[in-house]
């Protein structure tokens, strides 16, 4: 296992708000993203993810007409090549009855795990992604035909990116972990 690749690619990946709308993305580009994001950890393996690829132009017309919530402009949306839309389908007890107890939603997790392993694989294939969290589930719903019981949970726009994007702030370490009790520092 080589770690600083790992890492390499995970620094690389930052959300891409600009896309070569020219430039198509493989289908075997995007099956890699599928492989990574299928074999991620869930609770009790439930898997309750799934992912709608969308490449027709028409129909990531409709999810940018009728996929997003007001008041916050994404018109760069509009230049992906891809929209990749992922919802989670949810277990009665795992997702239902256990969080009674535990107050964890297993789903959302399992799916947002899922999610960030799909992205990291295609920024490994020089494939720029934002998460798109902004989002009318209703209107993702009718545009592509997604049945009750699932729900969409978020979008991602893959393209190549146009130009090279500057890396967001990220918190300093000592402020996101701690070493054998809550805010000890080693
Ligand atoms: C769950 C989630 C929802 C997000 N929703 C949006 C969104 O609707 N629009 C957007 O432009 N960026 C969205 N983002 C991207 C964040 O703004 C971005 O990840 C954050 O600013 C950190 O920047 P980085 O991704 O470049 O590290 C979302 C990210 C996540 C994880």
């Not at 070569?20 to 994001?37: F, T, Y």
């Not at 890396?167 to 996101?176: N, R, T, W, Y």
Request: charged share 20%.
């Amino acid at each position: 296992m080589k770690i600083n690749e790992l890492l390499e690619i995970i620094k690389w990946r930052n959300s891409c708000r600009s896309y070569d709308a020219s430039k198509e993305i493989s289908d075997e580009a995007i099956n890699n993203c599928i492989i990574a994001a299928n074999n991620a950890p869930s609770a009790c393996n439930k898997q309750p993810w799934r992912f709608v690829i969308v490449k027709d132009p028409q129909i990531r017309k409709g999810l940018y007409e009728h996929g997003l919530l007001p008041g916050l402009p994404m018109k760069w949306i509009q230049d992906a090549p891809v929209i990749a839309v992922l919802c989670a389908k949810s277990d009665a007890i795992v997702h239902w009855f256990t969080p009674i107890f535990s107050k964890i939603p297993y789903y959302l997790v399992d799916s947002g795990i899922a999610g960030e392993h799909f992205v990291l694989a295609a920024a490994a294939q020089g494939i720029g992604t934002c998460w798109i969290g902004w989002i009318n589930g209703k209107g993702i719903r009718r545009v592509l035909g997604i049945p009750r019981g699932i729900q969409p949970i978020a979008m991602f726009t893959m393209g190549y990116p146009l130009e090279k994007r500057n890396p967001a702030p990220k918190l300093d370490q000592a402020e996101i972990a701690f070493y054998d009790k809550w805010g000890k520092q080693k």
